[in-house]
């Protein structure tokens, strides 16, 4: 199950999948999250697993904590200023946008644990720079070419896991840095 938890709890945040109006928090199972033309305008955490279906837009101030995982397809994190979300330990967070994590939380502020897991699914992708810092864990999935971005600003604290379908490509000219394990 899937605990969404909205505070102040003012908001319907989607079109029927999901409304919480009432307090505290909803459990669900097996979640799509539409929330095309709405705004959310309350912090939200969610905590199990769940796949965007849409852009998911926040007003201002609003923060996104996960705990568990946040699969976001191709579609982006919208923030509109002073938007924070929190990757906490074990939390992963999936992304296949062609131009990597830093697009797809598009104007949002980024914090990842040191546990958390980045995992790039889409067939082609670009590894864009973290720019909260360097990447902890971060897994290549899904096939296709993924080409870093800078890899000289791209870092790796822990491990780096590419499937044997992928292929990495790094300029001749650039250095990755892995501190764990590479696999």
Do not use: C, P, W
Not at 6 to 31: C, E, P, Q, R
Not at 125 to 130: A, D, E, F, M
């Amino acid at each position: 199950a899937i605990t969404i938890t909205m505070f102040n709890n003012s908001t319907n945040i989607d079109k029927g999948i999901l409304n919480n109006s009432g307090s505290g928090s909803a459990n669900y199972s097996n979640v799509s999250l539409n929330a095309n033309g709405y705004i959310i305008d309350e912090n939200l955490e969610i905590d199990g697993n769940l796949q965007l279906a849409s852009n998911l837009t926040f007003a201002s101030s609003k923060e996104l904590e996960i705990s568990g995982t946040l699969d976001l397809g191709g579609f982006q994190i919208i923030g509109t200023a002073s938007n924070d979300l929190y990757l906490f330990a074990n939390a992963i967070l999936k992304t296949a946008h062609s131009d990597g994590i830093h697009a797809a939380l598009n104007n949002f502020g980024y914090a990842f644990d040191s546990n958390s897991t980045i995992e790039y699914t889409g067939t082609n992708q670009t590894i864009s720079y973290n720019a909260a810092g360097n990447y902890h864990n971060l897994k290549l999935r899904n096939g296709g070419i993924k080409t870093l971005g800078n890899a000289n600003l791209v870092k790796i604290d822990n491990n780096l896991t590419i499937d044997t379908d992928v292929t990495l490509e790094v300029a001749a000219s650039e250095v990755l840095t892995v501190g764990n394990v590479l696999t």
